[in-house]
């Protein structure tokens, strides 16, 4: 299965991570400019790292100007089969933020690289601070959405 140009777009930013203090990685600033919505590191990035790997892979632009993880769960179109690249939308299961996603309410977003039964594994900005895969269990994580450009 060929990946799609955003999931090559987003492993090419394995090396993004926030700047520790005052500092911002200028990448992570970058995927802001995308949404308008924020413009420091320090800040819930996932949802803005989507949408720069989408626009950055399409010239003319599929990314939905949306910084937050959950508003990705109606953009596209649904994913099939589990398509590797698919918009993934998790949600914590336990109430209250979620310092592993750095999400408030607890909403995640990347792009499937694998699922089984017991989880899936994400490409994505902001888990534990970085860009990277990171296994999530759907015993502590439901899956919201899976999603696809039309």
């Known amino acids: 299965m060929k990946a799609p140009r955003w999931l090559i777009n987003a492993l090419e930013d394995g090396d993004v991570e926030e700047v520790p203090g005052p500092g911002n990685h200028p990448r992570i ?44 769960a109606r953009w596209g179109r649904p994913a099939v089969n589990d398509e590797l690249g698919a918009i993934t939308v998790i949600k914590r299961r336990k109430q209250g933020s979620d310092a592993r996603t750095g999400s408030r309410a607890g909403h995640h977003v990347g792009l499937l690289l694998s699922r089984s039964r017991g989880g899936i594994v994400m490409w994505s900005g902001n888990a534990s601070d970085r860009v990277g895969a990171d296994w999530y269990s759907f015993r502590r994580y439901e899956l919201v959405a899976m999603r696809m450009p039309r």
């Open 29 to 72: 600033v970058a995927y802001h400019s995308y949404t308008g919505k924020w413009s420091r590191d320090l800040v819930p990035w996932c949802g803005s790292a989507v949408e720069a790997w989408l626009v950055e892979a399409y010239e003319e632009g599929l990314g939905r100007k949306g910084a937050l993880a959950r508003s990705w």
